[in-house]
């Protein structure tokens, strides 16, 4: 009784075992049909290697996950007893129907299902049922020896626990080594012992799979960071070189001599086109001195007029210049003084240049001169920058 209620509590262990594995596997359930062969030992008290017998098996099992199973299993063939003390032994037929329970270990503590090697515990509960006990009558015991000899058959539980290896289950075809443990009725094996005789098993078999069904895959949304990377311009300075001018002043004694041209007949330094820009230029220069003595004389040409004409217009020319130099361009008259050459000297081989007034002058003078010079400058650009942004993303992940 004990026998039972402890294979009842390991089979509801199974069940929960199964229930509760994670479908993580590449397949959720296949059948099977096998077909085994071995040897069996019913244990008494003779030796061992006298009791051998062979044994087969046939199956057909079922897996609901790739944790939990069962199968109908069909053990038969002969089994044997017998007494040391007199050297003599007997055989009898039997065939052991068991329904069984499955827990695959490494499926329920390894990650899916596809394993080289599978270790398989099992469990289950069926009846036992003996025949053809002729060889214990031929051998015409005392009846006190045999007590419990059955003549017929004999019909009786059988309850059994064992231990399985099986070859990847994901294969259509495997291999198994199933080793049993069967516990029957005391008159099994016809002596009294006052405890259910027990029958172990060895066997090798062969078994066929089909009808896997495929887990249907399983995901898991998770939340990750992703980083993105894009280029911006951002603002920055760059030195370059360029053409800038550049002043040199220097100081050095010299003479002075312009002209501020005179168009026919004209000698109001007012009135006359262009000779603002002439004398501001020839005023620029005499203020580069501060020692020099001016003089500024005028001309006419000969090609025009008397020579009485020409000499007022000269002095003319030379007043009006003079003139605008102080009033308008702050020279100092002191350092002024006019004359008038007329027609009597011409300066210039052509005629109409010599309608003119020439300021001349001698002293220290501030000569400023300008260059164009490569010069390193900063000017504002633009540069490619890399930056990121992290963005957060859901995926779907297989759960393997």
């Known amino acids: ?8 509590a390991a089979a509801a262990a199974l069940l929960m075992a ?8 590449s397949w959720t359930s296949y059948s099977y049909i096998e077909a085994q062969g071995g040897v069996q030992l019913t244990s008494t008290n003779a030796p061992m290697d006298k009791l051998i017998t062979p044994t087969a098996a046939l199956s057909f099992g ?22 040391s003390s007199i050297d003599k032994y007997y055989k009898w037929k039997y065939i052991t129907p068991d329904l069984d329970l499955m827990l695959n270990l490494t499926n329920m503590f390894g990650k899916g299902s596809d394993h080289f090697l599978n270790v398989i515990l099992l469990g289950g509960v069926g009846l036992n049922y003996a025949w053809n006990n002729d060889e214990l009558k031929d051998l015409n015991m005392p009846a006190y020896v045999t007590p419990l000899a059955w003549d017929d058959n004999r ?32 008159r099994f094996n016809s002596k009294t012992n006052d405890a259910d005789d027990w029958m172990f098993t060895a066997m090798l078999g062969v078994n066929f799979r089909f009808g896997h069904k495929k887990a249907a895959p399983r995901y898991i949304t998770k939340t990750i960071e992703v980083v993105d990377t894009f280029w911006v ?6 030195k370059v070189m360029e053409k800038q001018p550049k002043t040199k002043t220097e100081t050095k004694h010299m ?35 501060d020692d020099a003595q001016f003089t500024v004389t005028g001309y006419a040409d000969k090609g025009t007029g008397t020579a009485k004409q020409n000499k007022k217009y000269a002095q003319k020319r030379a007043d009006d210049v003079a003139k605008k130099l102080i009033e308008e361009h702050g020279l100092d ?4 003084k006019t004359d008038s050459k007329g027609d009597a000297v011409q300066p210039f081989e052509e005629n109409d240049k010599n309608r003119c007034v020439i300021v001349t002058g001698e002293g220290t003078f501030r000569i400023t001169t300008t260059e164009m010079v490569d010069v390193e400058v900063e000017k504002p650009s ?3 920058v890399m930056k990121t942004k992290t963005r957060e993303v859901q995926i779907q992940e297989e759960i393997k």
């Open 233 to 238: 311009d951002e603002p920055t300075t760059i």
């Open 18 to 25: 199964g229930a509760a594995q994670a479908q993580t596997n």
């Open 62 to 83: 079922h897996y609901f996950t790739p944790v939990v199973g069962a199968r109908l299993h069909v053990n038969a063939w002969e089994s044997k007893s017998g007494f």
């Open 155 to 186: 019909l009786s539980h059988n309850l059994r626990a064992g231990l399985r290896l099986e070859t990847n289950q994901a294969k259509r075809l495997g291999v198994s080594l199933e080793v049993n443990a069967n516990s029957l009725s005391d």
């Open 382 to 384: 633009t540069k490619k």
């Open 255 to 289: 003479k002075m001599n312009e002209a501020i041209f005179f168009q026919i007949r004209e000698s109001d330094a007012n009135a006359a086109s262009g000779i603002d820009e002439a004398i501001k230029k020839v005023a620029d220069l005499m203020k580069c001195s």
């Open 333 to 336: 008259a002191k350092r002024l």
């Open 1 to 8: 009784m004990k026998s039972k209620n402890l294979l009842t």
